[in-house]
């Protein structure tokens, strides 16, 4: 049974899906008017550990990403590049799909766009009307009453009696201290250019929050299981949702709401507006690869802030290297042939690291876990008493990964062509045949993999 901390509570819930073994995971995706910065890919590594845990525990998981690609920002950003508004978006689509691929991060189930989805849009905001709450203004735009939802509020606990009632806001984003009716349906203005759809209300085009009602409950049904984003969107993002999805259906939208808590530089959110943001990019041209910015996004619990700094980076590729050697040793010795009982070492790392990626995924423990099945590990290898069968830590380690992603490939994973070409190239310098050496080296590397010459042996790594 996992546990979760649920925003709608703020406790620790057992977590209980609404169909046996089946999860239904909303994740608010990337608005797709820049290249994505990596405090974006902090929640998104968040969402991806999630998945993985809830599949680590034998949920099936059906995961939606939305791509925001229509809202202020990409209007604004298409007008000034000068370009319509697909094609603007396209290119930042495309990059956020290449940098998903170097953080290792796992594919959900859909990634719908919202431009596809007006339809579905305009028809929750029909019946928001149709039920007095939602009504269109003097310049054409469709507004949610907040008053008319009485639970307006209960995500982001916000007092109702500073509601300024009957008060508009159009943009997108606004802060606690101006809730007010927000827009659904924004008639068309001169700054939309060429982005606009017909409705009922006439033209112009749906508002931010709308977009991701529309598309949860289109994949996942009117009420499903967990719905995560950054601590950001809670308010206004999230409880627009909330209300305009229970407003119309009338059911509960969400069983649970998880948010991270922010990537930080210097104490301040590391975001586009405020100009202190690094895109993936930028850190991957200084050196660093994704899977060392994975183990900086992933290593600190998803809800404590997390200061930003090269120091980390580098303190990852330390443990990660660290990781590196002990899965070598594992291979190595596993393949000379152990053969015994599970060690113990092994048992209670996997115990202690379930209950702990169980327990509200506790990054924290988990990692503790490994670091000291590390240890005992090796102080086991080295007395030459590994303590029995050694495949099932490779194994355990297999396992561990599919919840982390970060502790990389294995010899495990070497392919025999790989192998062969190793084995020749150990021939070839017993013959001190340096050239032929070299040049098996190079096919080696053609192949993807580095080869590294150790006491033990030569030992083989994914590049
Ligand atoms: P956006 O593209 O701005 O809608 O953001 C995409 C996701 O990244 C949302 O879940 C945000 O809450 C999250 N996010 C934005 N900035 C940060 C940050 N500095 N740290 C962590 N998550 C963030
Ligand atoms: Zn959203």
Redesign the pocket.
């Known amino acids: 049974m996992m546990k979760v901390h649920n925003t709608l509570t703020r406790k620790l819930e057992e977590f209980r899906p609404i169909e046996d073994g089946k999860v239904g995971l909303y994740?608010?995706?990337?608005?797709?008017?820049d290249y994505?910065?990596?405090?974006?890919?902090?929640?998104?590594v968040?969402?991806d550990i999630l998945r993985r845990t809830l599949k680590y525990f034998g949920y099936e998981v059906t995961q939606v990403m939305n791509l925001?690609d229509v809202d202020d920002?990409t209007i604004r950003g298409a007008r000034e590049a000068g370009l319509p508004l697909n094609d603007f978006t396209a290119k930042f689509k495309a990059a956020f799909f290449e940098d998903l691929e170097t953080l290792g991060i796992e594919r959900a189930e859909h990634y719908p766009a919202a431009t596809d989805h007006v339809p579905e849009m305009i028809e929750i905001i029909r019946k928001l009307i149709d039920k007095g709450v939602g009504y269109q203004s003097d310049d054409g735009s469709v507004y949610f009453s907040i008053d008319k939802f009485k639970e307006y509020g209960k995500l982001a606990r916000i007092n109702r009696d500073g509601m300024q009632s009957g008060a508009r806001v159009d943009q997108d984003e606004y802060d606690k201290d101006n809730a007010a009716d927000f827009a659904l349906w924004k008639a068309w203005t001169e700054e939309d250019g060429d982005v606009v759809w017909d409705s009922p209300w006439g033209r112009g085009r749906p508002g931010w929050h709308i977009e991701c009602s529309a598309m949860s409950m289109k994949y996942l049904g009117e009420t499903f299981d967990i719905h995560?984003?950054?601590?950001?969107?809670m308010f206004p993002?999230h409880e627009d949702e909330i209300a305009q999805s229970e407003a119309a259906t009338g059911k509960k939208f969400v069983n649970y709401w998880m948010?991270?808590?922010?990537?930080?530089v210097e104490g301040q959110?590391?975001?586009?507006s405020l100009g202190n943001?690094f895109t993936l990019r930028e850190i991957l041209d200084k050196g660093y690869s994704g899977r060392e910015i994975r183990y900086v996004l992933a290593s600190a619990h998803y809800r404590q802030t997390?200061n930003f700094t090269f120091a980390a980076l580098d303190a990852a590729r330390s443990a990660l290297a660290r990781i590196d050697d002990f899965s070598d040793r594992l291979s190595r010795s596993s393949r000379k042939g152990s053969e015994g009982p599970v060690p113990g070492w092994v048992e209670r790392a996997e115990k202690r690291f379930s209950e702990a990626v169980g327990t509200d995924l506790g990054i924290s423990e988990a990692l503790a876990a490994l670091f000291d099945m590390i240890s005992e590990g090796n102080r086991a290898l080295d007395s030459d008493e590994c303590g029995g069968d050694l495949s099932a830590a490779l194994a355990l380690m297999d396992r561990m990964d599919s919840v982390l992603g970060f502790l990389g490939a294995e010899a495990s994973e070497e392919d025999s062509d790989v192998r062969q070409l190793v084995e020749l190239r150990e021939k070839a310098r017993k013959e001190k045949n340096w050239a032929e050496s070299d040049r098996l080296r190079d096919e080696i590397d053609s192949a993807g993999w580095t080869v590294r010459d150790t006491p033990d042996g030569p030992v083989l790594k994914k590049k």
Do not use: Q
Not at 36 to 44: E, L, S, T, V
Not at 228 to 233: A, E, F, R
């Open positions: 994740t608010c995706g990337p608005t797709v008017y994505a910065h990596i405090g974006n890919y902090r929640a998104y968040f969402e925001t920002k995560t984003g950054g601590i950001d969107n993002h948010h991270n808590a922010h990537l930080v959110k590391m975001s586009k943001f997390v």
